[in-house]
């Protein structure tokens, strides 16, 4: 790689930093609520990112959900990420929140080990993380403790594994067949 | 005289108050694709519905890991395959966040004519086939003749019907063809009189009422929980609309109204869904009036493929097309979660990079997806024939369901 090439790329990573100077809203209202439980709040690319302890996922959804201010009460998408079997803390599930009143949206993130990737779900929040959670349980192993129908959903019900983990095969380790 | 039948199709008695489980689908042609239900009924009514999905489950983004990020757009057309733009623009602006980069004026405006266009074209398909599994067939093909002129104005600008692949990172594939808005014009001129030949088949139409007023009943604190978003939220009285809530390409500049109704029910949706029709038109003349010279790549070398003239007097040009090709581009390391407005409601697509030419996680949420979710929540306690009806008015697209 050249070294101008290099030079941009650093540009480019420092530019988003210098427009996320002023605060956002969302950002000012959690601070006003007292937002005490975030392990951390980024602010990157316009949206604001809080990291949350597991224990506390479920409290925090239904306090975000009616908190005056903040109002989340829309949760737009569940997705895992995998961030290789080589990192500790592996696995991360992000929770976009989403207002229909406010209009500002909210990333919940929860760091889980692969050790024990159990987290406590928040169906009894919002019903439709009933299917969101199913799905990162089916593609990544995440399993949400209390959910009331955790099945696979996408992939067949004796599928071994987890496909959208880093360490599974992009074409599977056999061919799949229905018969 | 009585007839031996095989031990299967031995007539069983049943006591009038027992429950009958039966599968609808995967082949069924009113699911819109391979959906199985599994219902449990008493009687005719339902008592409980089990969507079963995945049949057309491909790993789609599974594949995005092992993709550049300009090879991924050709994967987003094949999933919500009745507004692949939308897909398109959801994810090729996610990825410019992440880049930072600055879209001319005219790319956006053509962006915005080019995704209204695909709504209405979206919103046609729901609206012929929603009809035809009530039972009026004659709408469909007013509904396919109007979408096929949609169809060729897509070809036109991108060359591909069904899957354009016409929005690239940092702007489009190519300028519009010259013609290409007088042929708008002339669709823009008759789609007036469709719109009014479509009210005049169905709206009015008794049974079509009847079978759709007061049925699959979702109110807005449910719709809300069930995350229901786009028209199928809309239609239960809350006006959200993600081109005014967050705004993106410049939807800010455009004058439209957001459509609701307050029914909750089938009946509802499918009038929101006809005015937006409306409003897309609007829209479109709009952006229309709006398009001016200028160029519709945005000025970033080593993202942007350049033309084809540039590359045969210019050897910077050559290289950077060489390494884009070959090697891709570097995404700065982030995550971003870009919503945007499709035709069925909110499409997300969430992007993890980790510094490299590669996406490590590419989530599509697909508004399909979750709409159905709420499917069992709005069938309970409905007839039989009316899950037909109900699913039509969630509109969903299998493709993206499963992807």
């Known amino acids: 790689m050249d070294i101008e090439r290099q030079q941009q790329i650093a540009e480019q990573a420092s530019a988003p930093a210098a427009q996320g100077q002023h605060q956002s809203p969302v950002l000012t209202a959690l601070r006003r609520a007292g937002a005490d439980w975030a392990g951390e709040v ?27 201010g903040l109002e ?28 229909t009143t406010k209009f500002h949206r909210l990333r919940l993130k929860v760091l889980l080990t692969e050790d024990d990737p159990h987290i406590h779900t928040v169906t009894g929040v919002w019903r439709t993380a009933n299917w969101h959670e199913r799905e990162t349980f089916d593609l990544f192993g995440v399993i949400f403790d209390n959910h009331p129908d955790l099945r696979r959903i996408l992939l067949p019900e004796d599928w071994q594994g987890h496909a959208l983990r880093k360490d599974f095969p992009l074409r599977g380790y056999e061919p799949y067949s229905l018969t | 005289m009585s007839v031996s039948l095989p031990p299967q199709f031995e007539v069983v008695d049943r006591p009038l108050d027992s429950q009958m489980t039966i599968s609808m689908g995967p082949q069924h042609p009113s699911t819109h694709g391979v959906l199985r239900l599994e219902l449990v009924l008493d009687g005719e009514m339902i008592v409980k519905t089990t969507p079963d999905i995945g049949y057309l489950h491909t790993g789609m983004e599974k594949l995005f890991e092992y993709k550049k990020y300009q090879q991924g757009i050709v994967i987003t057309d094949r999933m919500d ?70 169809l060729n104005l897509i070809e036109a600008a991108s060359g591909g019907r069904l899957t354009p692949s016409y929005f690239r990172i940092g702007g489009l594939m190519m300028d519009l063809p010259a013609g290409f808005e007088r042929r708008c014009q002339q669709f823009l001129n008759d789609f007036p009189k469709a719109i009014s030949e479509f009210h005049t088949l169905l709206t009015g139409n008794t049974i079509f009422q009847r079978r759709t007023q007061g049925v699959g009943i979702i109110s807005a604190e449910d719709a809300i929980d069930w995350g229901l978003t786009g028209p199928s939220l809309r239609g239960s009285g809350i006006a959200v609309d993600i081109r005014r809530a967050n705004p993106y390409t410049g939807y800010e ?16 949706r499918y009038m929101v ?65 870009h919503p945007i407005e499709a035709s069925k409601g909110e499409l997300g697509v969430y992007i993890k990079s980790d510094g490299g030419p590669k996406p490590a996680r590419v989530h599509f949420r697909g508004p399909s997806f979750v709409n159905l979710s709420a499917l069992p929540h709005m069938a309970e306690g409905e007839m039989i024939a009316d899950v037909v009806a109900i699913i039509g008015s969630i509109d969903i697209v299998l493709g993206e369901i499963d992807r």
């Not at chain 1, 980024?42 to 409290?59: K, P, S, Y």
């Not at chain 2, 790549?297 to 540039?310: I, Q």
Request: proline letters at 5%; aromatic letters at 10%; charged letters at 25%.
């Open chain 1, 72 to 99: 989340f009460n829309l949760l737009a998408d569940v997705c895992g990420v995998d961030r290789g079997p080589e990192e500790d803390p592996r696995f991360e599930v992000n929770y976009h929140l989403f207002s």
């Open chain 1, 42 to 68: 980024l602010e990157a690319f316009g949206e604001v990112t809080a990291v949350v302890a597991r224990e506390q996922i479920a409290e925090i959804c239904s306090f975000l959900k009616t908190a005056p």
């Open chain 2, 253 to 268: 500049n455009y004058d439209f109204e957001i459509p609701i109704e307050t029914g909750c029910d089938v009946w509802a």
């Open chain 2, 81 to 150: 395959y009745l507004n692949p733009l939308g897909n398109n623009l959801a994810y090729v602006m996610a990825v410019e966040k992440l880049l930072g980069l600055e879209i001319p004026e005219r790319a956006q405006v053509i962006r915005v004519l080019m995704c209204e266009l695909q709504r209405i074209g979206s919103h046609l398909v729901w609206l012929g086939t929603h009809a035809l599994d009530i039972g009026a067939m004659t709408v469909f093909f007013y509904c396919f003749r109007e979408r096929e002129k949609i």
């Open chain 2, 273 to 337: 869904r006809m005015r937006e029709l409306k409003e897309s038109q609007k829209i479109v003349v709009q952006a229309l009036e709006r398009l001016k010279p200028g160029p519709v790549k945005a000025d970033a070398p080593k993202v942007v493929l350049p033309d084809r003239e540039a590359m045969k007097v210019h050897m910077d040009a050559l290289i950077h097309h060489f390494l884009i090709v070959a090697e891709g581009f570097n995404v700065p390391a982030g995550e971003v979660y």
